[in-house]
């Protein structure tokens, strides 16, 4: 058993302007839920993490404004630190990443403080979130937590996974 990766690319509305500092979006409410409609809810429940990429402008592309950043090696060298602290983690289980955890074991391996729990609770009734959507946020926080090299799910890991459920959010409409 293992994590299945799948990405899907596409705007968040149909002129692609959603959001762009540099030009404006003509779309009406109900193009762009039209838009986003086309893709189902219980597709995008599979899916663990949905965000928005702003466009890139000219000169951070050019390198003269590029954005201070780790370098590959550090974060190559967390990615292997997090990897590790999972395989340990599922030890004995024949599970190899976050990401192919059961809901049993999400129970056991991804425990989260009442302040997480409250603003989880907020974050899926203000969104509409399923109980899918709820494993997998919890999944991200753990991986999260696994990549700070933190031993617990902190309300930070939590709120940066429920960040990247973009498409869940209602503001589309």
């Known amino acids: 058993m293992g994590a299945r990766f799948f990405r899907y690319q596409q705007n968040p509305q ?6 762009d500092p540099t030009r404006e979006c003509r779309c009406s409410p ?9 893709i189902s809810g219980p597709l995008l ?7 928005d990429v702003p466009a890139v402008k000219f000169r951070e592309l050019a390198g003269d404004e590029a954005p201070e950043t780790d370098s590959s090696e550090t974060i190559r060298q967390r990615v292997i630190n ?9 030890r004995g289980e024949k599970l190899f990443s976050n990401a192919a955890m059961t809901p049993r074991m999400i129970r056991k391996h991804c425990q989260i403080d009442s302040a997480s729990e409250q603003m989880l609770e907020r974050a ?24 700070e090299g ?3 799910i902190f309300s930070t ?7 990247y459920r973009s498409l869940d959010r209602t ?3």
């Open 14 to 19: 149909p002129c692609g302007f959603w959001n």
């Open 124 to 147: 899926m009734t203000r969104q509409g979130l399923s109980a899918r959507a709820y494993d997998r946020i919890l999944k991200v926080s753990r991986t999260i937590a696994d990549l």
């Open 30 to 38: 109900l193009q762009i839920q039209r838009y986003v409609g086309r």
């Open 45 to 51: 429940d599979r899916i663990d993490i949905h965000i």
């Open 82 to 90: 997090a990897r590790e602290k999972q395989l340990s983690r599922f």
């Open 150 to 152: 933190a031993e617990r």
């Open 171 to 173: 503001y589309w409409t």
């Open 157 to 163: 890991h939590v709120s940066e996974a429920v960040g």
